[in-house]
C-alpha cells in the first residue's frame, strides 16, 4: 500500500506539476492558435446559459475556496474557530459546489445530446467533462459526509500540498484518510496532469488585461517615426511598435 | 493634429447591378473552409430586406455598436463591465439560426446509389453536423424579394416611416428595391476592436486596416455582438474570429481587394484618406446630427501643407501622401460631397462610403392629350384610352426627388441617421450631373438649364465633368489608388532582418548567439 501511496500522493503529483508547466508554456509559445475557449455558443445558446454560467461561477468560487484554505490555513481556522463562521463559510462552499454539479451536468448532457455540439466535441472534451463530473461529485458527498472539510483542509491537507512545493513531501496525513478524500485528491492532479492537453487552457488567458488595456488598439509594423528620423541611434534590435 | 492614413472606400449604389460577384471572388479566396462556411465577409442585400444576419440593423435585438453615455460614449452591448460579466454567456451573441446552417448536397449518391425503382436523388445535408435537414436559409436568400412580407416588410429601415408611407413603398407599381453590398468598413472607432478582451482585434498603423491576430484570439466572441454591421464572425470549427482583411496581401502587392478587382459594375473605388487620430474620440461622441459632418470634416486636404508636415512627422510614408492626394474616395468624399457612410449613427465612424442609388424611379405620372399621337398610329395598331405619360424627362428640376418611390426618410434611416437633407443634397447633385450630361449627349435640355442645374447645387462644370468621368469612364488606376507598400521593406512587415544578421542559407534560421 505504501508504494502506491508513495506513486499517488508524490510521484504523481511531481509528474502532473511538470507537465503542466512543460505543457502550457510549449502551448503558449509555439500552439498559440490552439489556445482558445472554443466556445459552441454560436451553435447552441439556450441551454449553454443554464449550463455554462452556474458551472463557472460556481467553479470560479470553488476553486478560491480550496486555494484559501491551501494558502492561509492559519487564518482560515481562525475564521472556522466561530461557529456560526463556520457554517456560512461551508454553506456557500456547499451551494456553489451544487451549482458546479448542475451546471456541469446540463453541459455534459449538452454535449452528448445536441448533434451541432457534438460535431465540435473530441474524446479530450468527453474525458474531461467525466473527469470533472466524478470529481465535483465527488467533492460534494466529501463536503456533506465528512464535515468541516474547510477546517480540516486546512490542518491536514494543506500541510500535505505544502510539503509538495517544499519539495519534502509528507503522505502520513493524506495516506490515512478516507478513500473519497484520496480519490479527490489523485483526480485533482490527473487535471492538472492533463491540464495543457485540454481546453482548460483558456483559464491561463482569462482576459483581465482588457480591465486595464485602452479600448483602442492600434499596431504599427515598424516604428517608422524611428526609421525615419536620422538622429536616433541605430540598434540591432526591431525598434518597438507603438 | 495627428495625421494618419486610413485606407478607405467607396461604393457607387447607383451602379450596382446586384450580381454577387464580389462575394463570390471573396468566398473562393478566403471563405471557403470548414468552419466559414456560413461567413459572407462581403454580401449583397436587397434593400428593401433584412440583409444578412437577418435584421441586423436593428440594434435593440443584436446590441452592437456605440452609444451615448454623459459626453463620451460607450458600447451598447459589450465593453469592459458587460463583456467580462458576460463572458460565459453573451446574451447578445447572434447563433448559426441567425444567419444560415451552412450545407452541400450529397452528389455522389446520384453516381453510386444502388439500382432500385425510383431516381436517386442528393439529398441536402448540414456541413456542421453531416446529417439531412431541410434547408430554412441559405446564402443570399433575400435575393430580390423587396415585395416580400418576410423580408422587405420587416427591414428595421421602416421603423421611421410612417404606416402610410410604407403603404406607399410596397404599393405594386411603385416596387423598387436597389443593393446594398457590404463589406467591413475598417472603422476609425471601431467597436470590435474596443470588446476584445484579449486584444487580438487591432487596427493596423499603417493603412487602418482592421485585423484579428488568429494566435491571440480566444474565442470571447463579444467582437460578434459588439461590430454593428455584423461584419466579424464567429469560426465554430477553429474557435476564433475571423473578418474581412480588406484583401491586405493583395494591397500590399498594389492589387485591389479581390471583391473590388472582380466588380462588374465597377461600382468600387479604394483610395488612401488622411484623417486627424487625435478627433477619433470626440467626433464619435458628438450629436446625432452632427456625425455625418464631423466625420467628413475629420478627413484632411492632402494638399495642406501642415497636414503633410504632420503626416510625415508620423511617418506616413510620401507615396502614401501622393496617393491620398491622388485618392478617389477623397475626391467623392469631402471634394464634390457625394458620399455617405453607412449608419453613422452606430458611431464606429465607417471608412467605407456609399454613393446612394438616385433609383430607376425619378420619374412622375403626368396627365397629357395623347389624341395626336394616336391619331399617327395605323389603323390596326392597339389604342390606349388612358391619358397618362409615365415621365421620365428632366423637365422637372427637383421636384421628382422628393417624388422618389423610396421616401427620402428611407434613404436617410441608412446613410443620414435620419437626416434627409443630407441624402437630399447628395442625390440632388447627382442629378445635376446627370442633367448636364444631358445637354452635351442628347441634348434636348438647354445650357442654360444644365447651367442653372449645376450652380443650383455648387458644382463647377469641370467638376461635374470630373464627376461624370470617375463615375462612368474610370479606368482600373483612377479606381483604385493604392500607394506602394514599399516592396523593399515588405519583408520587414513581417521579420526584421537585423534579427537575422549572421545567419546563411536557408535552413531552419537560428539565431547565430554567442554561448555562455
Given at each position: 500500500?505504501?508504494?502506491?501511496n ?9 509528474a502532473a ?18 489556445i ?7 451553435l447552441e445558446g439556450?441551454?449553454l ?6 458551472f463557472h461561477f ?9 486555494l ?6 492559519a ?8 461557529p456560526?463562521?463556520?457554517l456560512?463559510y461551508?454553506?456557500?462552499s456547499?451551494a ?6 448542475m451546471?456541469?451536468?446540463v ?9 451541432r ?14 473527469l470533472?463530473?466524478?470529481?465535483v461529485?465527488?467533492?460534494?458527498s ?15 491537507l494543506?500541510p500535505y ?7 519534502n513531501?509528507?503522505?502520513?496525513a ?13 483526480g ?21 488585461h482588457?480591465i ?11 516604428d517608422?517615426k ?12 526591431r525598434p518597438?511598435?507603438? | ?6 485606407v ?9 447591378i ?9 468566398k ?9 462556411e456560413?461567413?459572407?465577409?462581403n ?5 428593401p ?8 440593423e436593428?440594434q435593440e ?9 454623459g ?5 451598447k452591448?459589450?465593453?469592459k463591465?458587460?463583456?467580462?460579466v458576460?463572458i460565459?454567456?453573451?446574451p ?11 450545407f ?7 453516381i ?8 436517386p436523388?442528393?439529398r441536402?445535408?448540414?456541413l456542421?453536423?453531416?446529417?439531412p ?11 430580390d ?18 404606416p ?7 404599393q405594386?407599381e ?5 443593393y446594398l453590398p457590404?463589406?467591413c468598413?475598417?472603422c ?5 476592436v ?19 491576430n488568429?494566435d ?6 463579444m ?36 471583391c ?6 465597377r461600382i468600387?473605388?479604394?483610395?488612401v484618406m488622411l ?5 477619433i ?5 458628438c450629436?446625432?446630427?452632427?456625425l ?5 470634416d ?9 497636414v ?6 508620423n ?20 471634394e ?6 453607412l ?20 420619374a412622375?405620372?403626368r ?5 395626336d ?15 397618362w405619360l ?6 422637372e428640376?427637383?421636384g421628382?426627388i ?5 421616401p ?19 442625390l ?7 442633367i448636364?450630361?444631358r445637354?452635351?449627349?442628347?441634348g434636348?435640355?438647354?445650357?442654360e438649364?444644365?447651367k442653372?442645374a449645376?450652380r ?16 462612368a469612364?474610370?479606368k ?7 500607394p ?24 531552419p534560421?537560428?539565431s547565430v548567439?554567442?554561448?555562455?
Amino acid at each position: 500500500m505504501s508504494i502506491l501511496n508513495h506513486f499517488l500522493f508524490i510521484a504523481f503529483p511531481y509528474a502532473a506539476i511538470a507537465v503542466f508547466c512543460v505543457g502550457v508554456t510549449y502551448r503558449y509559445k509555439y500552439a498559440s492558435f490552439k489556445i482558445s475557449s472554443l466556445s459552441s455558443q454560436f451553435l447552441e445558446g439556450r441551454s449553454l446559459f443554464w449550463g455554462s454560467v452556474p458551472f463557472h461561477f460556481g467553479i470560479i468560487i470553488v476553486f478560491f475556496g480550496h486555494l484559501i484554505a491551501f494558502l492561509f490555513p492559519a487564518e482560515q481556522l481562525l475564521w472556522n474557530s466561530h461557529p456560526v463562521r463556520l457554517l456560512i463559510y461551508e454553506a456557500t462552499s456547499l451551494a456553489f459546489g451544487f451549482c458546479v454539479l448542475m451546471g456541469l451536468s446540463v453541459l455534459f448532457v449538452r454535449r452528448l445530446v445536441n448533434p451541432r455540439i457534438r460535431a465540435v466535441t473530441n474524446k479530450m472534451d468527453i474525458f474531461l467533462e467525466i473527469l470533472l463530473l466524478v470529481q465535483v461529485v465527488f467533492g460534494c458527498s466529501i463536503a456533506l459526509g465528512y464535515r468541516w472539510g474547510s477546517s480540516w483542509f486546512a490542518s491536514d491537507l494543506s500541510p500535505y500540498l505544502w510539503s509538495i512545493v517544499k519539495l519534502n513531501p509528507q503522505i502520513e496525513a493524506v495516506s490515512v484518510m478516507p478513500w473519497v478524500i484520496q480519490a479527490h485528491i489523485v483526480g485533482a492532479f490527473m487535471i492538472v496532469f492533463i491540464f495543457p492537453f485540454t481546453r482548460l487552457v483558456h483559464i491561463l488567458v482569462a482576459p483581465f488585461h482588457y480591465i486595464i488595456r485602452p479600448y483602442q488598439l492600434v499596431i504599427w509594423n515598424r516604428d517608422r517615426k524611428t526609421i525615419r528620423d536620422p538622429n536616433t541611434e541605430w540598434v540591432p534590435k526591431r525598434p518597438k511598435n507603438t | 493634429m495627428n495625421v494618419r492614413s486610413q485606407v478607405s472606400m467607396l461604393f457607387h449604389l447607383d451602379k450596382c447591378i446586384g450580381c454577387h460577384t464580389c462575394s463570390v471572388a471573396c468566398k473562393n479566396i478566403w471563405t471557403d473552409r470548414k468552419g466559414s462556411e456560413y461567413m459572407w465577409w462581403n454580401n449583397v442585400e436587397t434593400k428593401p430586406g433584412t440583409g444578412y444576419p437577418g435584421k441586423w440593423e436593428d440594434q435593440e435585438i443584436y446590441k452592437g455598436g456605440w452609444q451615448k453615455k454623459g459626453d463620451g460614449i460607450e458600447l451598447k452591448g459589450a465593453g469592459k463591465k458587460r463583456g467580462l460579466v458576460n463572458i460565459f454567456h453573451n446574451p447578445n451573441m447572434p447563433n448559426i439560426d441567425d444567419y444560415y446552417e451552412p450545407f452541400t448536397y450529397k452528389y455522389l449518391d446520384l453516381i453510386e446509389s444502388p439500382e432500385g425503382h425510383d431516381q436517386p436523388t442528393a439529398r441536402p445535408v448540414s456541413l456542421i453536423t453531416g446529417k439531412p435537414i431541410d434547408i430554412k436559409m441559405g446564402p443570399n436568400w433575400d435575393d430580390d424579394l423587396s415585395g416580400s412580407p418576410d423580408y422587405a416588410r420587416n427591414d428595421p429601415n421602416l421603423k421611421e416611416l410612417s404606416p402610410a408611407e410604407q403603404e406607399a413603398m410596397f404599393q405594386l407599381e411603385r416596387m423598387a428595391f436597389y443593393y446594398l453590398p457590404r463589406i467591413c468598413n475598417h472603422c476609425l472607432n471601431p467597436a470590435c476592436v474596443a470588446a476584445c478582451p484579449s486584444g487580438a482585434i487591432y487596427k493596423r498603423g499603417e493603412d487602418g486596416v482592421v485585423l484579428i491576430n488568429q494566435d491571440v484570439c480566444r474565442a470571447w466572441r463579444m467582437c460578434v455582438t459588439a461590430c454593428p454591421y455584423k461584419k466579424t464572425y464567429y469560426n465554430w470549427h477553429t474557435g476564433k474570429s475571423e473578418k474581412c482583411i480588406l484583401c491586405y496581401p493583395r494591397i500590399e502587392a498594389g492589387l485591389a481587394p479581390a471583391c473590388m478587382h472582380s466588380c462588374v459594375g465597377r461600382i468600387r473605388y479604394l483610395g488612401v484618406m488622411l484623417y486627424d487620430a487625435d478627433r477619433i474620440h470626440e467626433v464619435a461622441s458628438c450629436d446625432e446630427s452632427a456625425l455625418v459632418k464631423q466625420q467628413i470634416d475629420m478627413i484632411m486636404d492632402p494638399f495642406d501643407s501642415e497636414v503633410i508636415a504632420s503626416a510625415k512627422a508620423n511617418g506616413v510614408t510620401d507615396s502614401t501622401i501622393k496617393a491620398a492626394q491622388y485618392s478617389p474616395t477623397y475626391k467623392f468624399v469631402k471634394e464634390w460631397n457625394l458620399a455617405l457612410p453607412l449608419h453613422p449613427e452606430y458611431r464606429t465612424l465607417p471608412m467605407l462610403f456609399y454613393v446612394p442609388p438616385l433609383l430607376p424611379v425619378m420619374a412622375s405620372m403626368r396627365e397629357i392629350n395623347q389624341d395626336d399621337q394616336k391619331e399617327k398610329l395605323s389603323s390596326v395598331s392597339k389604342k390606349w384610352d388612358d391619358n397618362w405619360l409615365y415621365d421620365t424627362s428632366t423637365e422637372e428640376l427637383w421636384g421628382s426627388i422628393e417624388q422618389a418611390r423610396f421616401p427620402l426618410k428611407y434613404l436617410a434611416s441608412l446613410f443620414s441617421a435620419g437626416d434627409e437633407e443630407k441624402v437630399k443634397d447628395r442625390l440632388k447633385k447627382m442629378m445635376a450631373v446627370r442633367i448636364y450630361r444631358r445637354w452635351k449627349t442628347v441634348g434636348d435640355v438647354t445650357e442654360e438649364k444644365a447651367k442653372h442645374a449645376l450652380r443650383d447645387v455648387g458644382l463647377s462644370t469641370k467638376m461635374a465633368d470630373d464627376i461624370y468621368y470617375l463615375t462612368a469612364l474610370a479606368k482600373f488606376e483612377d479606381r483604385f489608388v493604392i500607394p506602394p507598400a514599399h516592396r523593399e521593406e515588405a519583408v520587414e512587415l513581417l521579420e526584421f532582418t537585423g534579427d537575422h544578421k549572421g545567419e546563411v542559407g536557408f535552413g531552419p534560421s537560428k539565431s547565430v548567439q554567442r554561448g555562455s
